[in-house]
């Protein structure tokens, strides 16, 4: 796999790209929840894929996960995961990025992690940071017409 970069660094070396993908990633707005769908991969190899609530924070990009869960187990034994924003709701402008989950397990971080969220985080739950090895941006020509075409923006570290 590519190298792994913080949200941070990615946003250093693509702020405008970095601007996107905090736009679509906090659809309701910049406050409110973050909205996406994580992929994950199971222990026979399959995907699985589960909504969840993004946070940028410090730097970083981290999902919270119910630490019973299939999502959590997998990212525990594998770590790699894909992210992928809800779509825009008029033109379907998508973020996704991809890399490698790392459990966080300072707990000054949780903490500080934890107030930047919008929902109550349970004890229970596992914080994961989001690394980022690639980053895919697709706007539409002429979205939801027969002739639509893609315009992809791809960014690696």
């Known amino acids: 796999m590519a190298e792994a970069v913080s949200w941070q660094a990615f946003e250093t070396r693509t702020p405008e790209l ?15 929840p973050g909205l996406g769908f994580l992929a994950t991969t199971r222990a026979d190899g399959g995907p699985r894929v ?13 999902v919270f996960v119910i630490g019973a869960s299939p999502k959590c187990a997998d990212l525990a ?12 709701s008029e033109d ?18 949780r ?4 107030s930047a969220v919008v929902h109550t985080v349970r004890d229970d739950e ?5 690394r980022l090895a ?5 706007t539409w ?16 570290p």
């Open 134 to 138: 690639r980053v895919l941006h697709t």
């Open 111 to 114: 903490r500080a992690t934890e």
């Open 18 to 32: 970095a601007a996107i993908g905090r736009r679509l990633l906090y659809p309701v707005a910049p406050t409110g």
């Open 77 to 88: 034994r594998d770590g790699r995961y894909a992210l992928h924003a809800y779509p825009g």
């Open 50 to 62: 589960h909504p969840v609530c993004p946070a940028l924070h410090a730097g970083g990009l981290y």
């Open 92 to 109: 379907d402008e998508s973020f996704y990025c991809s890399g490698r989950a790392l459990e966080v397990t300072d707990g000054a971080r």
């Open 126 to 130: 596992v914080l994961f940071e989001l």
């Open 141 to 156: 020509l002429r979205p939801r017409q027969p002739d639509t075409q893609p315009v992809y923006h791809r960014w690696q």
